[in-house]
Structure formats: C-alpha cells, structure tokens
C-alpha cells in the first residue's frame, strides 16, 4: 500500500529527496519543509508526479 514519491523543491524545482508514503491515507499531495543544497536553505519540498 506504501507508494515511492519524489519531493521536489519550490524555490528552484529540483528534486532533491526520495521518500514513501500511504496512499490510503494521505490522498492529497505530501508537503515538508527540508533543507535544499542548491538554494542553501531550509524550503517547501512538494510532491511530484
């Protein structure tokens, strides 16, 4: 039931972070903050399709 979803970031879209998720129970698109290396800064990581 647990799906592999990309994060990627809202600042410069890249995608940096690798990560699961349930789909039975998160329906909607995942959102973290996490720290991007490109931008050097802690930003919104959005979930790709």
Known sequence: ???IITLA???CDRRNY???KNKSNDRDRL???KYCKFCAEHTIHKETR
């Open 1 to 3: 039931m647990r799906e």
């Open 31 to 33: 959102e973290m903050k």
């Open 18 to 20: 690798s990560t699961t």
């Open 9 to 11: 970031c809202t600042e």
